[in-house]
C-alpha cells in the first residue's frame, strides 16, 4: 500500500535540534514500513524558504500538494498535524488519518483569548476532513471522540481512532554507568504556557545546591548537578551553533542551549542519570505525553515524574523511577537516591525494560496499518458501489440519504443557471456543507425544497428592491459602518425601492419605505430551518478570524442567514441582494441561487488588510485564508462597491475581477449637519474661553481609534503644553476605556447627535495610525465645518491636497505647529474650512445612492 506522508518539516536528521513532531514523524513512517508499506514522506515550505534546500517533495501551498498527490497516486494519506488537513486539495478522493498527539483544544486554552476560539473551529473544520485518527494514550481517545462528534463524524459503527505511544526505536542502547561521585540530572525544554515547570526545577537546583555546599572539600560525598536544557521553540530547520560543549561538572545548576538529537542523545546516554518529567497540574499536562520521557527510558535514565501524568502508572509498574505530587518532596528524594547506588541501577534496567516491553514500535505499527487498510479498503468499497448505481451505507442515517439527493439536486441546479462564477460558488458552498452535520444537511434540503416551489426572479428583470444582509449593531447609529449601511438604506429607499435589512437578529429585520424605517418581524416558523443560535454559534467556521472580528463572519457558518434573507426577499419582491461586509455575500449568494437576481458586495474595508494590520495574533497562514475567502466571495458577486481607489487596487492586485468593481466614497446627510447646533462644551465642562477644543470621534472598542486618542495624550497635549497652550481633547463616541487616558481627555460616551458635538470643537485631529477604508470622521469634520489636520493614514482613500481642505502630517511637531496656526490665524481657519464644504457637497448619501443603482444596473 503505497501512503503519502506530509508533515510541518523535513525529514529527521539527527545533525539538526528536531521537534517532537520530527521525531514522531520518522516513528510513525519505520513503523509503516516495517509493516511493507511503500511510504514517501512531503513536507510544507517553512515560511523562511532559504532555511531549507529546494526538493522535489516540499511544497508551498495547497496547489503544490495536490500535484504532488497526483504525482505518486497514494492510497491513503497521513497528516502528521492536524493542521496539514487545511492544506488538502477540496477534491481529495483519496483516505485521510490524522496524528493527533498534541492536544490542541487544551493547548489553546492557555493561548490569546483573542484567537482561542477560531482556533478551535479551525480544528474542527480540520477534522472533518479526515477519517482516521492516530493519538498517543487512552486519555487522548477519550479526549477526542467529542470533538470528532462535533466536527460531524458518525462514530455509532465504528470509531477510528488507534494508540501509537510516543515510542522507542530498537535496539535500544547500553545501559548508562553508575555514578562515581556526580549525579547528572536532565531536564528543561521549552517553557510552554501550559508546562510551568519552574517551581520544580528550582526545588531540584536548591536541593542540590545544598548537597554540594554540604559535601564541600569532602571527595567522598557526592555531588547533584542539573542540566537543564532550554530555549526558545526550533525553527523548522535549526543547526546547532556547535557541538555541545558539556561543563566540567562543579557548578549545582548548568542551564544549557537546545542542540543537536545526536548530541543530546549522546549526553543522555554517557552522562545523565535521572531524567525529570515535572511541571504544575493542568488538563493539557493531564492529557499529554511526553518525547523526554521516552528518550529518558531508552537511554536508561529512571525518571522523577508527576503523579497525574499518564506514564506516572506505568513508572510505578516497572519501578522504573519515582512517582511525587508537589516540589517539596524532592529534597529528601534526592538525598536518597544519592545515598543507594544499587536502589538506581535496578531502577535504570527497569527503565529500559519498560521502553521494551511497552514503547516499542513494533508492538504498535500493526493496529495503525490495520486503520490505514481498512480506511482504504472502506474507500474502494464505496467507490465500487457508487460505480454501480448504488450507494454503501454502513448505518448512516437517512438524512444522510438526503444528503446524497441534494448533491444531484445542487448539480441539476447550477446546469439551469447561465453564469460561470454562480456555479463555481454552488460547487464551493456544497464542498463547506459535505463537511457538516448530517441533520443540518437535512433541515437546509427541507427548506431548499419548499423555497423552490416559488417563482424565480427573471435573469433580465431590472434592478428593483434591495435587501441589504449586514451586522446587528446599527441603532443607535453610533459608528461609522452603522451610519454607512443606514444612510444607504434610506438613499436607495428615496429613488423609489424598498430596501429591507437582514442582520444577525433572528427576531426581526428592518424595512426602509421612502425614507421611514418601520421594525418587523421574523415569523417564528422560519427558525426551524436553522439550528440553534447556541449550537449555530458553536460550529461557526470563522476561518481563523480573531474573536473581536468573529461576528463579521458569522455569515458562514450560520445558515438562519440564508433562510432570514430569502424571507425578506420574498417579501419585499426583491432581486438585489446587497451584502455589507464580505461574509454576508455567503447568504446572498444562496438566495440568489434560490430566486434568481443579482448580488452586490459592498467592501467597507479591505478585511484581511485591516486585519492583517490591527491584529498582532493573526499568523500568514490565517491572513492568506481570509484573502482567499474576500476575494472568492467578490469574484462570485455580480458587482463589488469600494469606498476609496486604494481598496480598489488592492482587490483588483490580488484577484478580483476589475470589470466587477464600482468605487462609491462614504456619505455625509448635509442637512443633519447643517442643522445642528453646536453644544456650548466649555460651559459644560467649566473650561475658559482660551481654552482650544480638538476633537476626535469614533468608537474606543475599535483598537485603531483608542490608539489615536492615547496618541493625542502622549504625543500632542504635552507638546501644546509646552508650547504655553490649554488644550483640551473631546472624545466623541461609546465604549470609553475604563482607565482615564489624560486628565485633558474627555470622553463623551453615546451622544444622541454627533454633530451637536463636533461643532463645539475648534479643530478635529485625527492621529489615526493604522486602519482600514475610508474614514468617515473626515467627511463628517468636513460637513460640521471644522478644519481637519491628519496623519496620513487617518485620511487615507480621501483624495485631497494637504493645506487645501485639510492639513496631512506625520510628524507630531508639525502637526502641533498646524494647531496653533489654526487656533491663531482665523482667515486660514476659514480658508481650509471653505475648500472642505466645497470637497464634501457632492457626497450626500441621496445623491450617491444613485451611483449604487447604477452599479446595480451594470
Same mark, same amino acid.
Given at each position: ?78 497528516a502528521?498535524?492536524w493542521?496539514?488537513l487545511?492544506?488538502?486539495p ?15 483544544p487544551?493547548?489553546?486554552l ?29 486519555r ?16 455509532r ?11 522507542t ?28 515547570q519552574?517551581?520544580w526545577?528550582?526545588?531540584?537546583a536548591e ?10 572539600g ?22 546547532a551553533?556547535?557541538?555541545?560543549n ?38 493539557e ?13 531508552r ?16 513508572i510505578r ?14 529534597p ?5 537516591i544519592?545515598?543507594?547506588?544499587a ?5 535504570s534496567q527497569n527503565?529500559?525494560?519498560l ?37 454503501r451505507?454502513?448505518?448512516e ?9 441534494l ?16 456555479r463555481?460558488?454552488e460547487?464551493?458552498?456544497?464542498v ?34 434591495v ?27 428615496l429613488?423609489?425601492?424598498?430596501v ?44 481563523d ?11 458562514l ?24 461586509? =464580505? ?8 438566495? #440568489?441561487? &434560490?430566486?434568481? $437576481? +443579482?448580488?452586490?458586495?459592498? !467592501? ?14 493573526l499568523?500568514?497562514?490565517?491572513y ?5 475567502v ?16 486604494n ?24 442637512s ?11 460651559k ?32 500632542i497635549? =504635552? ?8 488644550? #483640551?481633547? &473631546?472624545?466623541? $463616541? +461609546?465604549?470609553?476605556?475604563? !482607565? ?16 451637536e ?19 468617515m ?28 481642505e ?43 445612492a ?9
Amino acid at each position: 500500500m503505497k501512503i503519502l506522508f506530509i508533515t510541518l518539516e523535513p525529514p529527521f536528521d539527527p545533525s539538526l535540534i528536531v521537534r517532537g513532531n520530527t521525531i514522531r514523524a520518522r516513528q510513525l513512517i519505520l513503523s509503516l514500513q516495517q509493516q511493507g508499506h511503500d511510504v514517501v514522506q512531503v513536507w510544507r515550505a517553512p515560511y523562511d524558504e532559504s532555511e531549507v534546500a529546494a526538493s522535489e517533495f516540499m511544497y508551498q501551498n495547497r496547489d503544490e500538494l495536490a500535484t504532488l498527490i497526483e504525482q505518486h497516486q497514494p492510497q491513503a494519506v497521513v497528516a502528521g498535524y492536524w493542521a496539514l488537513l487545511e492544506d488538502l486539495p477540496e477534491a481529495l478522493n483519496i483516505p485521510v488519518a490524522v496524528d493527533f498527539i498534541a492536544p490542541r483544544p487544551l493547548e489553546a486554552l492557555f493561548e490569546n483569548t483573542e484567537t482561542r476560539d477560531t482556533e478551535m473551529r479551525r480544528l474542527l473544520e480540520a477534522l472533518a476532513r479526515a477519517q482516521g485518527f492516530i493519538v498517543a494514550n487512552e486519555r487522548q481517545d477519550h479526549l477526542l471522540v467529542p470533538y470528532l462528534l462535533m466536527a460531524g463524524i458518525d462514530l455509532r459503527q465504528y470509531v477510528p481512532i488507534v494508540r501509537m505511544p510516543i515510542a522507542t526505536e530498537p535496539p535500544l542502547p547500553a545501559a548508562p554507568s553508575s555514578p562515581e561521585k556526580n549525579w547528572v540530572v536532565v531536564g528543561g525544554g521549552v517553557d510552554w504556557p501550559w508546562r510551568r515547570q519552574q517551581r520544580w526545577l528550582s526545588a531540584i537546583a536548591e536541593t542540590a545546591q545544598a548537597i554540594n555546599d554540604e559535601s564541600s572539600g569532602d571527595q567522598s560525598v557526592s555531588k547533584v548537578h542539573l542540566m537543564q536544557f532550554g530555549g526558545d521553540y526550533p525553527r523548522i530547520v535549526q543547526h546547532a551553533d556547535g557541538r555541545l560543549n558539556l561543563p566540567q561538572l562543579s557548578e549545582a545548576v548548568y542551564r544549557l542551549d537546545m542542540t543537536s538529537y545526536q548530541d543530546y542523545t549522546d549526553f543522555l546516554g554517557q552522562q545523565a542519570h535521572i531524567g525529570v518529567e515535572l511541571a504544575d497540574e493542568n488538563v493539557e499536562r493531564y492529557f499529554s505525553q511526553s518525547f523526554r520521557a521516552m528518550d529518558y527510558l531508552r537511554h536508561g535514565l529512571p525518571m522523577i515524574c508527576n503523579s497525574y501524568l499518564a506514564q506516572a502508572d506505568l513508572i510505578r509498574e516497572y519501578d522504573a523511577g519515582w512517582v511525587i505530587d508537589t516540589p517539596e518532596q524532592l529534597p529528601e528524594l534526592l538525598r536518597s537516591i544519592t545515598q543507594d547506588t544499587a536502589q538506581w541501577q535496578q531502577k535504570s534496567q527497569n527503565a529500559q525494560r519498560l521502553a521494551r516491553e511497552r514503547f516499542d514500535t513494533h508492538h504498535y505499527a500493526p493496529a495503525f496499518s490495520a486503520l490505514l487498510e481498512r480506511l482504504a479498503a472502506d474507500h474502494a468499497s464505496q467507490q465500487d458501489e457508487q460505480a454501480g448505481g448504488a450507494f454503501r451505507f454502513l448505518g448512516e442515517t437517512q438524512a444522510q440519504e438526503e444528503n446524497a439527493k441534494l448533491n444531484q439536486q445542487v448539480v441539476d441546479l447550477q446546469q439551469k443557471v447561465g453564469e460561470l462564477s454562480t456555479r463555481n460558488q454552488e460547487l464551493s458552498i456544497q464542498v463547506q456543507e459535505n463537511q457538516r452535520p448530517s441533520f443540518k444537511r437535512m433541515l437546509r434540503e427541507v427548506a431548499r425544497r419548499l423555497v423552490n416551489r416559488f417563482p424565480k426572479v427573471p435573469a433580465d428583470a431590472e434592478p428593483g428592491n434591495v435587501v441589504m444582509v449586514t451586522r446587528s449593531d446599527l441603532y443607535p447609529t453610533d459608528h461609522g459602518g452603522a451610519v454607512k449601511i443606514i444612510e444607504t438604506a434610506r438613499g436607495l429607499s428615496l429613488t423609489g425601492r424598498d430596501v429591507g435589512i437582514v442582520s444577525d437578529r433572528r427576531d426581526v429585520w428592518w424595512h426602509y419605505q421612502n425614507g421611514e424605517l418601520t421594525e418587523r418581524k421574523i415569523p417564528f416558523w422560519l427558525r426551524s430551518f436553522s439550528l440553534p443560535r447556541n449550537l449555530s454559534t458553536l460550529m461557526h467556521l470563522s476561518g481563523d478570524v480573531p474573536r473581536s472580528n468573529a461576528f463579521l463572519y458569522m455569515a458562514l457558518s450560520d445558515d438562519s442567514f440564508i433562510w432570514r434573507t430569502w424571507y425578506v426577499a420574498h417579501k419585499l419582491k426583491a432581486n438585489v441582494y446587497q451584502a455589507e461586509f =464580505p461574509a454576508y455575500a455567503r447568504p446572498c449568494i444562496l438566495t #440568489r441561487s &434560490l430566486r434568481g $437576481g +443579482k448580488v452586490v458586495l459592498v !467592501e467597507h474595508n479591505v478585511e484581511y488588510e485591516r486585519l492583517k494590520e490591527q491584529e498582532p495574533s493573526l499568523t500568514h497562514e490565517q491572513y492568506l485564508r481570509l484573502r482567499d475567502v474576500e476575494v472568492g466571495l467578490c469574484n462570485q458577486s455580480n458587482a463589488v462597491i469600494c469606498v476609496s481607489e486604494n481598496d480598489r487596487r488592492i482587490l483588483r492586485n490580488d484577484g478580483v475581477d476589475r470589470g466587477l468593481m464600482h468605487y462609491i466614497p462614504h456619505g455625509v446627510d448635509l442637512s443633519t449637519f447643517d442643522a445642528a447646533q453646536a453644544r456650548d462644551i466649555r460651559k459644560e465642562q467649566g473650561w475658559s474661553d482660551d481654552t482650544g477644543i480638538l476633537v476626535y470621534h469614533g468608537t474606543y472598542e475599535y483598537p485603531p481609534n483608542l490608539e489615536a486618542i492615547k496618541v493625542m495624550a502622549r504625543e500632542i497635549l =504635552p507638546r501644546m503644553e509646552q508650547r504655553g497652550r490649554k488644550i #483640551r481633547v &473631546l472624545a466623541v $463616541g +461609546k465604549k470609553p476605556p475604563p !482607565e482615564p487616558v489624560h486628565e485633558h481627555v474627555h470622553f463623551t460616551g453615546s451622544i444622541p447627535i454627533v454633530a451637536e458635538a463636533l461643532k463645539a470643537a475648534d479643530i478635529a485631529v485625527v492621529p489615526l495610525l493604522k486602519g482600514g477604508g475610508t474614514r468617515m470622521k473626515i467627511i463628517d469634520y468636513f460637513a460640521c465645518g471644522i478644519p481637519v489636520i491628519s496623519t496620513s493614514k487617518g485620511i487615507e482613500g480621501i483624495p485631497v491636497t494637504s493645506g487645501n481642505e485639510a492639513f496631512i502630517e506625520d510628524d507630531w511637531d508639525e502637526i502641533c505647529n498646524h494647531i496653533e496656526t489654526l487656533l491663531d490665524n482665523r482667515q486660514r481657519h476659514d480658508e481650509v474650512v471653505a475648500a472642505a464644504r466645497r470637497f464634501v457637497e457632492p457626497l450626500d448619501w441621496r445623491q450617491l445612492a444613485y451611483r449604487y443603482v447604477d452599479a446595480f444596473k451594470s
